[in-house]
């Protein structure tokens, strides 16, 4: 008899799902859509014009900081070396027509772009992101004489969600696997179905870094979380076909 599909859990946004889910279908999987991260508009526009204007190089570190920079001040901006961190960041520029002079590189994370820029002399950089995240490009950066600016221009908050629309993420056939795109998100997963911890503690996570694998441990999920080479569908996707393949 053939198995029914196994059903994944996605978490992102509400809005910034749908690829990730039509690609998982594609794959076998069932999915189900749990949004774990709210993303709300930042309004920085007088000082993202002027900060933009004054620096040589801007970072772009996620594709959310495109796209609320875009809202505040329409990209493309001419005559700027424009970097991102990620492949997913640097073809949310390209749809915006932005030239980018610095390419990402795997496993594009802070740490990688930080190393990219090591044989590079210091500049003025603007780092476009959201409230809160980590502050290592910035303090690597610094520390390397580089003079650093930032501007968030979204911020991320806990869903507001029912207990039935909660509960419904768990419903008979429950997910088997879950796929997670940050600490944040995990971290409100945890806190949104706190009453299905019984299920998902033991549920394998996909994560896009070692980071969010060391967390898992510490929150108590009972497997080892499965970290993607590199963030993003890509890296996510193919380690949803290799846990097809074993499962």
């Given at each position: 008899m053939r198995q029914p599909a196994p059903t994944i859990l996605i978490t992102r946004p509400e809005g910034q799902h749908r690829s990730l889910v039509a690609a998982c279908e594609s794959l076998g999987f069932n999915t189900r859509h749990l949004p774990c991260l709210t993303i709300t508009p930042n309004d920085n526009k007088t000082e993202l014009e002027h900060k933009s204007r004054i620096a040589d190089v801007i970072l772009f570190t996620s594709r959310n900081a495109v796209i609320h920079a875009h809202k505040q001040l329409p990209l493309p901006w001419l005559n700027k070396s424009v970097h991102a961190i990620g492949s997913s960041t640097a073809r949310s520029l390209s749809e915006f027509k932005q030239t980018i002079e610095f390419n990402p590189e795997p496993p594009f994370n802070s740490e990688a772009y930080v190393h990219q820029l090591s044989s590079k002399p210091a500049q003025k950089i603007l780092i476009v992101k959201g409230v809160g995240g980590r502050d290592l490009i910035a303090s690597a950066l610094t520390s390397k004489g580089w003079e650093v600016e930032t501007v968030d221009v979204y911020g991320r908050s806990l869903p507001v969600l029912s207990p039935e629309e909660i509960s419904s993420a768990f419903r008979t056939p429950s997910p088997q696997v879950i796929s997670i795109t940050s600490n944040e998100t995990l971290e409100n997963l945890v806190t949104m179905a706190k009453d299905h911890w019984d299920l998902i503690k033991d549920l394998p996570l996909v994560v896009?870094?070692?980071?969010?694998?060391?967390?898992?441990?510490?929150?108590?999920?009972?497997?080892?979380?499965?970290v993607a080479n590199q963030a993003g569908d890509e890296g996510q996707l193919e380690l949803f076909r290799q846990w097809l393949e074993t499962h």
């Open positions: 896009n870094s070692q980071r969010c694998q060391d967390l898992a441990n510490s929150l108590g999920f009972t497997q080892q979380a499965l």
